[in-house]
C-alpha cells in the first residue's frame, strides 16, 4: 500500500466515529507527520453549530498535541460523489501548522484528487505578517 494510501485508509477508518447527529455528513482527515506517525481525526458536531470542529483540525491538533511539529500531507474523506475540501478555517490551520503540503481528497468509492495547500490558500496570512 502507498504512503498516500495509507494516509486515505485512515481518514476513511476514524470518518466511522464522525459525530455528526446534525449535518449527518460524517468526515474522516488523517495527517502524516515527519516522524511517520499518523494522526486521524473526525468530525465533532455541536448543538450550538458553532462550535463543530472539522475532521482536519481533529486530526492536526491531536498531532500537536502529541509532540509532532512537521508534517508530509493530510487526507479528507467522505462520502460525497464531489470531493470534499477543506473549508476556510480548516486551510488557515493546515498552512500555519503544516505548511504547503499536498492535501488528498477521497471518497468512499476511490475517487482521489491531490492540490496543495499552498494553492487552496493563495497568499496566506501567517506568523511571517506579524
Ligand atoms: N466538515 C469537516 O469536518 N471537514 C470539511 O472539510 C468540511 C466540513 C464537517 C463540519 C460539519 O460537521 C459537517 O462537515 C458539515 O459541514
Not at 47 to 58: D, F, P, Q
Not at 82 to 106: H, K, N, S
Request: glycine letters at 6%.
Amino acid at each position: 500500500m502507498s504512503a498516500d494510501d495509507e494516509l486515505i485508509a485512515a481518514a476513511r477508518t476514524v470518518r466511522e466515529k464522525a459525530h455528526a447527529p446534525f449535518s449527518g455528513f460524517r468526515v474522516g482527515a488523517a495527517v502524516r507527520a515527519k516522524s511517520g506517525h499518523i494522526f486521524a481525526g473526525c468530525n465533532v458536531e455541536n448543538a450550538s453549530y458553532g462550535l463543530t470542529i472539522c475532521a482536519e483540525r481533529v486530526a492536526i491538533f491531536k498531532a500537536i498535541s502529541e509532540g509532532e511539529r512537521e508534517f508530509n500531507a493530510i487526507a479528507v474523506v467522505t462520502d460525497a460523489a464531489t470531493l470534499t475540501p477543506p473549508c476556510g478555517a480548516c486551510r488557515q490551520i493546515i498552512w500555519e501548522l503544516c505548511g504547503d503540503v499536498p492535501v488528498i481528497l477521497a471518497n468512499l468509492d476511490g475517487k482521489i484528487e491531490r492540490e496543495r495547500s499552498l494553492n487552496l490558500l493563495p497568499r496566506p496570512f501567517d506568523s511571517s505578517h506579524l
